[in-house]
């Protein structure tokens, strides 16, 4: 049976003394009085939650999976989950960083991330059910009538109701231009939408008394293409108007997804037939609603795989300490036992070590992109607050793909480990491989990220946003670049930061030419980015590190990080000089292959 321990170490690690992140409260009244001492005792708190309740329900919830009763339309979820949900509702949990306005506990999403981050490696099937609340939260937060955040989102944060996004259909996924479903006007001044929905995470159960469904749709008189889609407020039950639920509203799940993994989540087909909804924003303007979701689904997503990496990362450690084969290539280690632990071999170690690298890497961006997202919201100097909107837009797909692909890279190694157990199903391991492999697929699958990044987020503006992560990196390198100690972390990062300026300079000339070049060149690009910020935080971790132990601080800690870091610049962060040549490898050998594909 897998293992898991919260690792609020490094948490609060990267929090307090990488972040900083109680000096940056100080600087927003909303949250000017939450302390290390507030965040140390909530992240406790959610860890015994995550492993002591979720966790337990993981594989048990996998082999299981979701029942629908054809007839009524109902599913069930796993034994279990619906207790759990309840215990996390009770909990307050669903209320962490919502607005105290309507119930909400109003804390910083810093805070709410490492909360998703530990349930996530206790059980992603289960955590989507409350996670993909938050997506709908925000967006009637944002782009709701005062009517409609009345009715809905006391529910949504207290938990007592749930929520989903309804945007796919079948022959349309992300081209959401193409989808078919209808919105028709009624005189009360609802709608009756028809149509059908696939993929819809968390669309149905028995966990919440209602659940309420955002969904794109079009209008009688809607133009073509994207610009014609509108988002509407589509609830379960229908609700009443002292807020009481009324009758069934006709969506309602006509069947179930068989997966490759997170079984435990009923990933739906939804029927809609003339249910009774209400328009979220303007008509035809649903694009902006969405993308709320869509970019709370996105870094939510990336969490999920950092949850699965750093889960995978600790039950392989566990049994390369414990399994023992082979004797060790420069002589015996244990010599009291017929063969030595396996975590004396290099390449098992090399397998550790990435996934340990990718789960800390991605800690550290994933909490700053929170950090980013509470200065949006609520520093008082707009300029910081436009800056770290700009950030965070530009760090999204980065954290939703190549937090995913590395989660991918981390499960498999770690699943490796193993040996032939990775393989068999009691031990856990091929599960988190099987769970995560969605994460690179769903929210927009990676290769569309990679064109948001460079097509939308970089070229789009000239490299504007770019240049300001590029400022980042060059202040790391004033303040260290003449410190011998910190010259093996700092100069990788320098001389990338240098050569992303040509590299980006040059892809985008050639995509002014033939926009098949940026097709062609984005996927790597985005892993280039990604280890361009990866190292930035490997650097300001190894900094840290590199104080405390000058300072006298014999924890063992700081030693560790030192380690990993060195690992991830020697044996990772190489990985951009051959992705920058592949990139630079053109559209013509992609596209001249008719034949080849014939």
Known sequence: MPVYNPPLRDMQFV???????????????????????????????????ASEVAFPLNISGDEEGCTLNRETHEVTPPKGFKEAYAKYVEGGWPALSCDP?????????TVNQCIYEMLNSANQAWTMYPGLSHGAYEALHEHGTDAQKKMYLPKLVSGEWTGTMCLTEAHCGTDLGLLRTKAEPQADGTYKLTGNKIFISAGEHDMAQNIVHLVLARLPDAPQGSKGISLFAVPKFNVQADGSLGSRNPIYCGGL??????HGNATAQIVLDGAVGTLVGQPNKGLPAMFVMMNAARLGVGNQSLGLTEVAFQNALAYAKDRIQMRSL????????????????????KMLLTAKAY????????????????RELHHPDEKVRKDSAELVALLTPIVKAFLTDNGHIATNACMQVFGGHGYIREWGMEQFVRDNRINM??????????????????????????????KLVAQLVEEEGVNEKMAEFINPVAYLG????????ELGFKG??????????????????????????WARMAQVALREIAAGNTDPFYQAKLQTARFYFAKLFPETAMLMRTARGGARVLMDTDEALA
């Open 512 to 537: 002014f030419q033939d926009p098949d070049e940026v097709g062609a060149a984005a996927v790597d690009y985005l892993r280039v980015a990604g280890h361009l910020v990866f190292g930035y935080f």
């Open 101 to 109: 306005d309507y119930g909400g506990q109003g804390l910083p999403i």
């Open 330 to 349: 420069s002589g015996v280690k244990a010599k009291d036992k017929p063969a030595d632990p396996i975590i004396v071999h290099p390449d098992v170690r």
């Open 257 to 262: 997804e068989h997966k490759m993994g997170i």
């Open 15 to 49: 929090m307090h003394e990488v972040l900083k992140v109680g000096d940056e409260y100080k600087a927003m009244p909303r949250h000017a009085e939450v302390d290390a001492e507030t965040v140390n005792a909530i992240l406790e708190e959610g860890g015994k939650f």
């Open 441 to 470: 697929i769903y929210e927009g699958t990676n290769t569309i990220q990679s064109l948001d990044l460079l097509g939308r987020k970089v070229l789009g503006n000239n490299g504007a946003t770019l240049k300001k992560f590029g």
């Open 359 to 374: 789960a800390e890497g991605g800690r550290a961006l994933n909490l700053y992109c929170g950090l980013l997202i509470d």
């Open 498 to 505: 240098d050569q992303m300026t040509k590299f980006t300079t």
